[in-house]
């Protein structure tokens, strides 16, 4: 099955920052480069979200950019800019969330990674949970279950692309 995942920064950043060290565990690094680099999509807003720090994560991901490890996509493109206005005017009519959380969902990378997997049929992988109630944060989890989107977190994108720790 090929299959292609779009990365929730939080994914990336909670791994560099306290799962997975660089310099505690450059073997996780190698492998998601390795056993990813056909399969990881970057959505260009996640990868902004990164850049603005200038830490291990990021000094990292350009190198890996540099070699094409991963695919970049670009919102730019009329369909995701289409599901994406969906998405928004759902959850701006959703009575659920309070406001602040629908302006927040609306202005950061989490909107279009939902956008790019509805287009594409990416599974999204992030450590973001579904809470049915959820009213201070439109949650990446929630928006899948309600746009119907393939979600999965990190251990379970660990052994479908085949990470192991000897």
């Not at 909670?14 to 390795?34: H, K, L, T, V």
């Not at 190198?63 to 599901?83: G, K, L, M, T, Y």
């Not at 579904?130 to 052994?159: H, T």
Request: aromatic content about 14%.
């Amino acid at each position: 099955m090929d299959r292609e995942y779009a990365i929730d920064a939080n994914i990336l950043i909670s791994c560099s920052r306290r799962n997975y060290p660089f310099d505690i565990a450059p073997g996780f690094w190698n492998q998601i480069n390795e056993k990813g680099s056909d399969k990881i999509v970057l959505i260009d807003k996640i990868q902004e979200e990164i850049y603005r720090n200038e830490d291990e994560l990021t000094k990292w991901l350009k190198r890996v950019q540099a070699s094409n490890s991963f695919f970049v996509a670009s919102s730019n493109d009329i369909e995701i800019i289409h599901n994406y206005s969906k998405m928004i005017s759902n959850i701006k009519s959703n009575s659920q969330y309070f406001e602040s959380a629908k302006s927040e969902f609306a202005n950061v990378g989490d909107s279009w990674l939902c956008a790019h997997a509805m287009t594409y049929g990416y599974v999204i992988v992030t450590e973001e949970t579904y809470e049915e109630y959820s009213r201070k944060r439109v949650k990446i989890p929630n928006v899948c279950r309600e746009f119907n989107i393939e979600y999965i977190n990190l251990l379970q994108f660990m052994r479908e692309i085949g990470i192991r720790f000897n």
